[in-house]
């Protein structure tokens, strides 16, 4: 089964075929991450205007791109939340249209989980339970699947997620937008030498960044910082250690099968080596082009959710702060 998957509910515009939630026809992204840069961060209504410009083109060049026809396609997947509600209303729309004119199944995908599904792409089968760690613009989550579709949330951010954390630390010290990436380059210049606090908020799952943020704004503030690039290494080393130790902690409490990392901030590179190097079972990461977002994620949740006959009617809305479960 060959399902389209769009993506519009931050600042990508994203198209792609995947067959069986697996295997990967065409994916393309239309990143507006230079556009918003001048900004220093997302503005919701230029997001949208560019959704609109881009949404079709970025289809018709998947779809080619993809070698396949319309009548090839099972379902049409798209993006319902969480995320800005003007850029979801592109992809929702665009995506009821060509549902209600090629008369194939609409899925409306909750974008967190499709993060997910990420680790399905290019892999067959995933026993359950699984742990996963969903880290992203918007969200710090520590989930327990069970199942397909079957989610229990064990622990969430109190405050920042991880990458807004990075965002904001990104701004504290002058290092541009999209913060993520810009953190992870300077911090390869320096060493995680500046102590800065770790919330563990013992006996909860929940995480919480805005104190180490905190903690970074008035070192910087107080002008004790010498070395931006060990103050961009302290700060990451300081996220990290915390995501890490709960998403382990939590991998040996409950019986799962493995650990599942995803989300934008997943394609940080010490992240990955960490959890890796502390999990006592094998930890899934996608490759980091399918961590951000993207719509092959989409294509591959859909896939599950079509199988198991949960798709929309034309009556699909957008839902901005969608939650997990
Ligand atoms: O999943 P994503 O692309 O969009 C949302 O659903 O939010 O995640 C974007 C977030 C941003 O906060 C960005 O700074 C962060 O992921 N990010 C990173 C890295 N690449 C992206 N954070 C840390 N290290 C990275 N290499
Ligand atoms: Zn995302």
């Known amino acids: 089964m060959k399902i389209l998957g769009i993506e519009t509910s931050c600042d990508e ?24 840069a001048r900004y220093g961060g997302i503005v ?32 049409i997947a798209v993006t319902v939340g969480p995320g800005l509600a003007g850029s979801l209303l592109v992809g ?20 967190l989980e499709a993060h997910i599904y990420a680790n399905w792409l290019g892999e067959n089968s995933i026993d359950f339970p699984v742990v996963c760690l969903i880290v992203s613009g918007g969200h710090s989550d520590l989930v327990l699947m069970k199942g397909h579709g079957d ?4 622990g969430r951010t109190r405050d920042d997620a991880a990458g807004e954390a990075f965002d904001k630390a990104a701004r504290i010290l002058d290092l541009g937008y999209p913060g993520g990436p810009a953190i992870e380059k300077a911090s390869r210049q320096g060493t995680a030498s500046i102590p800065l606090p770790r919330a563990w908020l ?31 290494a302290s700060f990451q080393a300081a996220v990290i250690e915390v995501l890490v130790t709960k998403t382990v ?50 294509a591959a949740c859909g896939y599950y959710r079509l199988r198991a006959g949960r798709i ?7 839902a901005p702060s969608l939650k997990l479960a």
């Open 151 to 154: 989610y229990l949330v064990l």
């Open 202 to 232: 013992k006996g909860s799952h929940d995480f919480s960044f805005s104190g180490v943020k905190t903690a970074l704004l008035r070192l910087v503030e107080a002008g004790k910082v010498s070395s931006v690039a060990d103050a961009a």
């Open 44 to 75: 919701p209504e230029v997001a949208s205007r560019q959704h609109l410009l881009s949404v079709i083109p970025v289809i018709e060049r998947t779809i080619t791109e993809a070698g396949v026809s319309w009548k090839d396609l099972s379902g």
């Open 312 to 318: 929309d009617g034309l009556g699909l809305d957008v």
């Open 92 to 111: 929702v729309n665009v995506a009821k249209a060509i549902a209600l004119s090629r008369g194939l199944p609409l899925i409306g995908v909750n974008h």
């Open 249 to 298: 902690a939590v991998a040996r409490e409950r019986r799962v099968k493995k650990v599942l990392l995803s989300g934008g901030v997943a394609s940080n590179g010490l992240l990955r080596e960490q959890l890796i190097k502390h999990s006592p079972l094998t930890v899934m990461v996608p490759p980091p082009i399918l961590c951000t977002d993207n719509a092959a994620m989409i």
């Open 13 to 36: 515009t994203a198209a792609a075929v995947v067959e069986d939630g697996t295997r990967i026809l065409s994916n393309q992204i239309a990143s507006q991450v230079e556009i918003h």
